[in-house]
């Protein structure tokens, strides 16, 4: 696990084995994966600035996990000491960071690099990955590692635009704003609405 990635802390490889797309539990998985398999020409990139994809992102008061504690996490990466039985989402960020840095994974992330597509070359068999900025890399293998609630669904509701409170998806939660003694309306029906 001590091993030098192929390239420098924060360069961007040209060309990679592996291009994993996303630093959440799946991207930092399959990183550890790779590693223990003595494979180190991957790169992980991170549209963010930080790694935990889900748990990054919703930090809304009372966002828990639906799945026991002890069943979410990694198989090789066990925690007895959960504070409870459906952890929040502070001490879930807490065992994803814990874990990208017991297992050197940051050396191998790109962050502020948001993948916006990639194509197959059936000649070279190789993918060229398309980045928002203007970038491109090439990778023998393309992985999406892309959770599917990490980005926010806003409602398209006639005259939202003309509300005049304070309006906010859960994961994107103002915690600038003081909630104290206004009335909240919670729209949908998933885990942040039962939250």
Same mark, same amino acid.
């Given at each position: 696990?001590?091993?030098?990635?192929?390239?420098?802390? %924060?360069?961007?490889?040209?060309?990679?084995?592996?291009?994993?797309? /996303?630093? /959440?539990?799946?991207?930092? $998985?399959?990183?550890?994966?790779?590693?223990?398999? %003595?494979?180190?020409?991957?790169?992980?990139?991170?549209?963010?600035?930080?790694?935990? %994809?889900?748990?990054?992102?919703?930090?809304?008061?009372?966002?828990? $996990?639906?799945?026991?504690?002890?069943?979410?996490?990694?198989?090789?990466?066990?925690?007895?000491?959960?504070?409870?039985?459906?952890? /929040?989402?502070?001490?879930?960020?807490?065992?994803?960071?814990?874990?990208?840095?017991?297992? /050197?994974?940051?050396?191998?992330?790109?962050?502020?690099?948001?993948?916006?597509?990639?194509?197959?070359?059936?000649?070279?068999?190789?993918?060229?990955?398309?980045?928002?900025?203007?970038?491109?890399?090439?990778?023998?293998?393309?992985?999406?590692?892309?959770?599917?609630?990490?980005?926010?669904?806003?409602?398209?509701?006639?005259?939202?635009?003309?509300?005049?409170?304070?309006?906010?998806?859960?994961?994107?939660?103002?915690?600038?704003?003081?909630?104290?003694?206004?009335?909240?309306?919670?729209? %949908?029906?998933?885990?942040?609405?039962?939250?």
């Amino acid at each position: 696990m001590s091993a030098v990635p192929r390239v420098e802390p %924060g360069d961007l490889p040209r060309q990679v084995e592996v291009a994993i797309v /996303g630093a /959440g539990f799946g991207g930092l $998985c399959l990183a550890i994966k790779l590693l223990e398999e %003595g494979i180190r020409d991957f790169v992980i990139l991170e549209k963010d600035t930080e790694v935990g %994809g889900t748990w990054r992102d919703n930090q809304y008061p009372g966002a828990e $996990c639906d799945v026991q504690s002890h069943l979410y996490s990694y198989s090789f990466e066990g925690k007895a000491d959960w504070t409870q039985r459906y952890a /929040g989402w502070k001490e879930i960020q807490q065992y994803i960071l814990d874990a990208t840095d017991k297992y /050197g994974l940051r050396p191998y992330i790109r962050f502020g690099q948001q993948v916006d597509g990639a194509r197959f070359d059936e000649k070279t068999s190789r993918w060229t990955v398309h980045l928002r900025s203007g970038d491109t890399l090439l990778a023998r293998h393309f992985v999406m590692a892309t959770g599917p609630l990490h980005v926010p669904q806003m409602p398209d509701i006639k005259g939202l635009d003309r509300f005049r409170g304070k309006v906010f998806h859960s994961a994107r939660w103002d915690h600038s704003y003081d909630l104290a003694g206004k009335r909240v309306a919670s729209v %949908g029906t998933g885990g942040s609405a039962i939250q």
